[in-house]
């Protein structure tokens, strides 16, 4: 007697609304740090209304497009000569450009509208995802709180060093500090070597572009579980329009899965095979032989690769806490069972990917080639992949436990309660060089708008 096809998760209304709330959440708490934080700004500060210090770049990029470009391509903006040529196009840079040329919006109020747009469905697909591969609703929903406020444990580590200073060297902190005052130190410094990074979905949310990147790369991996080869390769063009590190992600694992595709039996996988093969081409050429041709751009490369960003393991436990260990109880007995689906085929092939894009620095040295922003590469997709084998690991670690199914629930709600202080507090830690500037600067950038061109 076969066993009743259990569906992915969410599946019904009565699921899907809970989920679409549960996105809403990190969302939200970020919108109100951010409205706190402007209610307690001093005097000499304006609001800025970005979320980090980086985000007005991309959307300067986007004016550009207009305004030394021809609405698709333009320049290099690091390159003044008028002659410049138009060779930059970038999809977040198009879709903000053209939004501020049909609407005349300022750029953080594009911004703001593109987060709380994209960052809810990010999340969502996020969920999806994941529910592809746990279907069993008790795992399932701890598994979904994880993937949108799981995080690593800095939180823990900081603790253990609060309370090791305080035992050690109790005259050490400064006067009138107590425990809770030398966490919170310990806990940023713990978060300052991987936070900025985003190891994690949803402390993406505070950044339009990489929702935008997450939600194209997390729509390729879904297509791909799902066999709709097309709409993956799709997906897979739009995010190497997009990002170059995401697109690398994507292209990699689109064109790997088609391959292992392609030889099975009866496989229909040649047309999206060549159409992926054909994207993945134009997509290293251009970043990697047109790009590279312009003495400007080669300066910028050469900064990303001298940018040290590597993933020390060290910070594996902060950064991805549990979710890094769990995975590894599902090995602990040989030989391993995975499910013999294709979906199980897709996922390990991104993780693999995902993987040794974040540890290029172990490993392109030895080929002679400079390390490429390894953390670059991390952001949500090594973390929502993590995440998934967690709960696989420790699915099968309780299979052999004989852990009751109640079990099994409970722990899996207590590891993701255990994860999520990280993302709330740097949900909760604005970025005062994005959120606000200083008088003087807002109204020195006011007298350069009256400017004529």
């Known amino acids: 007697m076969r066993r009743p096809r259990v569906r992915p998760f969410p599946a019904t209304i009565a699921e ?19 409205a706190r934080e402007r209610a307690t700004l001093d005097d000499g500060w304006v609001w800025a209304g970005f979320t980090q210090a980086d985000q007005p770049f991309y959307h300067a990029q986007g004016r550009e497009l207009f305004e030394r470009g021809n609405g698709l391509f333009a320049a290099n903006p690091y390159d003044l000569r008028p002659d410049a ?12 450009g053209w939004t501020w040329r049909l609407t005349g919006a300022e750029p953080q109020h594009i911004d703001l ?3 709380l747009i994209l960052a809810p469905v990010m999340l969502v697909l996020g969920i999806a995802l994941v529910g592809r591969f746990v279907r069993w609703r008790p795992l399932a929903w701890p598994m979904a709180v994880a993937v949108v406020w799981g995080g690593g444990l800095s939180w823990a580590v900081a603790l253990l060093a609060a309370v090791q200073v305080m035992l050690v060297a109790p005259e050490a902190p400064m006067e009138g500090w107590h425990l809770a005052d030398l966490w919170r130190s310990q806990w940023s410094d713990a978060l300052g070597g991987h936070g900025g990074w985003g190891t994690s979905l949803g402390r993406q949310v505070g950044s339009a572009p990489e929702c935008l990147y997450h939600i194209l790369a997390l729509a390729a991996v879904l297509a791909l579980t799902r066999a709709h080869w097309w709409r993956a390769v799709g997906a ?11 697109g690398l992600i994507s292209g990699l694992t689109v064109t790997g899965v088609l391959a292992a595709e392609y030889v099975r039996p009866a496989s229909r996988a040649r047309g999206p095979l060549l159409a992926a093969t054909a994207v993945l081409g134009v997509f290293l050429w251009y970043n990697g032989v047109f790009l590279a041709r312009d003495p400007a751009h080669r300066e ?20 991805y806490g549990l979710w890094a260990v769990l995975p590894w109880l599902g090995l602990t007995r040989w030989p391993i069972r995975l499910p ?10 991104w993780t693999a990917v995902c993987l040794a894009l974040v540890l290029n620095d172990r490993w392109l040295p030895l080929l002679g080639v400079k390390p490429v922003s390894p953390l670059h590469f ?10 998934i ?22 722990v899996a709600w207590v590891l993701t309660l255990l994860s999520i202080p990280d993302t709330l507090r740097l949900l909760s830690r604005a970025d005062i060089l994005g959120t606000a500037m200083r008088r003087d600067e807002a109204a020195a950038i006011a007298l350069l708008r009256r400017v004529p061109e």
Do not use: E, K, N
């Open 16 to 34: 899907w609304l809970p989920v679409v709330l549960l996105a809403l959440g990190p969302v939200a708490w970020l919108q109100w740090t951010l």
């Open 85 to 96: 040529p138009r060779t930059y196009t970038h999809l977040f840079a198009v879709v903000s």
């Open 113 to 115: 509208a593109l987060r």
């Open 236 to 246: 897979m063009a739009l995010v190497c329009w997009a990002h170059p590190f995401t």
């Open 300 to 319: 910028i490369a050469a900064t990303i690769r001298d940018f040290s960003s590597s993933l020390w393991w060290r910070w594996v436990l902060p950064a």
């Open 340 to 349: 013999r689906r294709r979906s199980t085929r897709v996922l390990l092939l």
């Open 378 to 387: 991390s952001r949500g997709h090594l973390a929502v992949a993590l995440t």
């Open 389 to 410: 084998w967690s709960a696989w690991g420790l699915a099968a670690f309780a299979r052999r436990r004989r852990w009751s199914p109640r079990r099994l629930a409970t």
